[in-house]
Each structure stands twice: as C-alpha cells, then as structure tokens.
C-alpha cells in the first residue's frame, strides 16, 4: 500500500488523543476541530474524564468520545474503578480505554485481573465500547502479552490496547504481533486492536496497518476493529497526503 492510501485509511482509524495532564479547555477545543479533517474524520478523540462537557460541545458528527479511566498506574480498586466508569459514561463518554492492574497480573494475580476486566464490561455495557490497556511494554515477555490477552479476550473486553504512552516502552510491531495472532487464535474476530504510545509518523502508523492486514484480513481493518492512538500523527498523515506520494 502506497503513503497516500495508507494515510488516507489512518485517519479514519485514529482515536486523536491529549493526555498530557498540563491541557487546558481551548487545548481539547483545538483537538476536537482537528478531529474533522477534509479527508475523512477520526474514528474518536479520547481525553481526561474532566474534559468530556467540553469535548461534547465541539465534537464534530460520527467521532466517537473516548476516555480513560485506572489511567495511568493500572490499580487494582475495583470499586474506584466502576465509579470511574459509570461516571464517564453518565458525562457521556462512548468508549472507555480502562488500564488493566498489569503489575498484579506480573504477580500471578490472574483472578483480580479477570475480575476487573468483567466487572468494566459489565458497568460500560453492550452500548459503550471497553478497550483494556495491558501496557505491553511492562509485560517483559511476548508470553505474558499473549496471556493477557487471552484474559482480556475471555473476560469481555471490546478492544485489546498496547499501552497508556506513561511508560519506557509503549507500542512495538513485536506486542502488535502478539496480540493480533491472540485475537485470530480465539476466532473472536469482532474483538478490536488498538496501537498506541510513540506513534508520531505514517512510517510509524504504517507498521500496525500492515500487520493488522496480514493477520487479521484487509477487510477487518475498519474503525470498528482497528484503532491507532495519538496525538501529533494526524498533521504527518495530512502532510503525506498533500505531497502526494
């Protein structure tokens, strides 16, 4: 697939993000207007729970509002974390991008993690889509990312996510792999992947797209099963585009 096309089907898979803690109201103003482009419009814009009122209010026709919620640690308060979740989506939140408690999940502690992606889907509902967040670059092993997965898989979630973008290592065509191959393994294939942490350029986005195609089939790669995370990709992807090659 040649930049342009490649970058005209990105634009349409990405969820625009500003989590950066230090955004203000005209911050998420811009990023809602960014999110419709004469090219297509993002698949979502995903911010702080705090902004959502605002996001409403400027969000352009068929874009998607995403938020995060046990971000960025991953704790294990299951009770925080169904707060947190009726919370967003009473504020009107359409899809929750919840971290899972990957750090109890290094420990063996695999009926918590379980526990805490069954208790998100059922608070999100079939209405509201639930990406769990492994933080693939803290998992130390293409074996616990595949395991992850799987529990994610069985437990409910909509959507796998490599990373919250907080850590050393976030998304990797390695992780990619891993979980694409762990999604056409269960035959699930309404279950979602999601890049996200460091992907700042088509030649980065690009990678995910192809691996997406490979595994999972060019006609799974739509907005309801692919997903790229970022916040500065969208003026490379246009700058593309506009060069023409």
Known sequence: MDDVTAAKTIIRLLDLTSLTGTEKEEDIISLCQKAHTNKGNAAAICVYPQFIPIALG???????????????????????????????IKAGADEIDAVLPYKDFLKGNFALCSEFVRLAKKTCGDEHLLKII???GELQTISNIRKATELCIENGADFIKTSTGKTKTS????????????????????????ASGGIKTIDDAKKYLVLASAIMGPEWVNAKHLRIGASSLLDNLLATIKKGY
């Open 58 to 88: 400027y969000l352009p026709p068929k874009v998607n509002l995403a938020t995060v919620v046990n971000f960025p640690k991953g704790g294990h308060d299951l009770n925080k974390l169904e707060k947190e979740i009726s919370s967003a």
């Open 134 to 136: 492994i933080e693939s």
């Open 171 to 194: 998304a990797t065509p390695e992780a990619a792999n891993a979980i694409l191959e762990t999604i056409r393994s269960s035959r699930k294939e309404n279950i979602g992947f999601k």
